[in-house]
């Protein structure tokens, strides 16, 4: 049980320090983000940002994204998002506002944990849970970090299922952050037995930011907040700005010389390495590919994409139903890419 709970306080204490020294994080913590959900497109009509529902010109027009506060009385929610997104700021900000309405909460990053038996001990057997089985109140677990934990835990959807089955749920309320690319349909299968009832489930996307969110993080740097706008805007950098890990990226650039590079490619260039990257130390340090190496494999899936008009990428078992416009993971395959700085 110690060991587990130390790897959950390590992890706090370095997202303090982090938010303490990162005015961008900071910043993070005080935006409001929104979720859509799972294949529905967001309204980026916003010169290339969220829209923001919460503007004057958004009041007649009703928007797919949601705040967590909207998606409260859901039981179950996935909260699914790319690298760099924001997945755990904006997870801690809601646990933040579940602690201060007095509730019954436990928080664990599963990124720290290594081991089944580690998970166990620091979730399912924690003092939090056997509490609030022996209670008639609500539990609110949330759980970050699903995809570096899948890492290391190989039967950690099967040990989730088994023990999920064993609890309360009608008095659970359940969060999952998970990489996108990473969520494991199975477990979306067990979650959706175990809550059959419609509207138990939610599965959500992170949506990029507004240019409000924008707006606020350049001025927390002491960066003329229009001028920057003006030349994301120049150069069609939205894609980029409008998620923190590029954000980040971009403001830092911007900061130094009042400019980005003068023609788009250079800025997409430096903008999709920093994307290619991997930000978090612990998954850095089990990285098989350099950032260089994601670079070129990502540029042939794109040349791949826009010659071939192929909008997915299949990665099932041959005998699954490959649909029109997919192409298979295997059809990738041959041939060598170069990375030239």
């Not at 303090?16 to 990162?22: F, G, I, K, M, Y």
């Not at 064993?166 to 959706?192: F, N, S």
């Not at 003006?230 to 009042?258: D, H, Q």
């Amino acid at each position: 049980m110690a060991i587990g709970l130390i790897a959950v306080t390590k992890y706090e204490v370095a997202l303090t320090r982090a938010v303490a020294s990162d005015p961008i994080d900071a910043v993070a913590l005080r935006c409001r983000r929104f979720w859509f959900p799972r294949g529905s497109p967001a309204d980026l009509s916003d010169g290339g940002f969220l829209r923001d529902s919460e503007s004057a010109r958004s009041w007649y027009t009703r928007s797919p994204a949601a705040s967590f506060e909207e998606l409260a009385a859901t039981p179950v929610l996935v909260l699914l998002g790319e690298p760099g997104m924001g997945k755990s700021t904006a997870l801690n900000k809601e646990v933040q506002r579940v602690e201060s309405a007095a509730s019954r909460l436990l928080r664990v990053d599963l990124a720290g944990i290594g081991t089944d038996v580690l998970v166990c001990e620091t979730v399912f057997q924690s003092e939090e849970i056997s509490s609030w089985r022996h209670s008639n109140a609500r539990l609110n677990l949330f759980l970050d970090g699903l995809d570096t934990c899948l890492q290391h835990v190989k039967t950690l959807v099967a040990l989730l299922r088994e023990r999920f089955e064993k609890l309360p749920r009608d008095r659970l309320t359940l969060r999952i952050a998970c990489r996108t690319a990473d969520w494991p349909p199975d477990l979306e299968i067990a979650l959706g037995a175990l809550w059959p009832a419609e509207g138990d489930i939610g599965i959500c996307e992170l949506a990029p930011l507004r240019k409000h969110d924008v707006r606020v993080a350049a001025e927390s740097m002491g960066i003329p907040a229009d001028e920057f706008l003006s030349e994301v805007s120049r150069l069609g950098a939205a894609p980029f700005a409008s998620r923190p890990i590029t954000l980040k990226f971009m403001l830092n650039t911007f900061g130094r010389k009042r400019q980005f590079p003068s023609q788009r490619p250079g800025l997409y260039r430096q903008g999709c390495l920093a994307l290619c990257d991997e930000w978090r130390h612990d998954r850095r340090r089990s990285r098989k590919f350099s950032e260089g190496s994601r670079f070129s494999m990502a540029s042939r899936l794109a040349a791949v994409s826009v010659f071939s008009g192929r909008v997915a990428i299949c990665t099932g078992a041959h005998q699954d139903i490959m649909h029109d416009g997919d192409v298979r993971n295997d059809e990738l395959l041959g041939g060598s890419e170069r990375f030239e700085r």
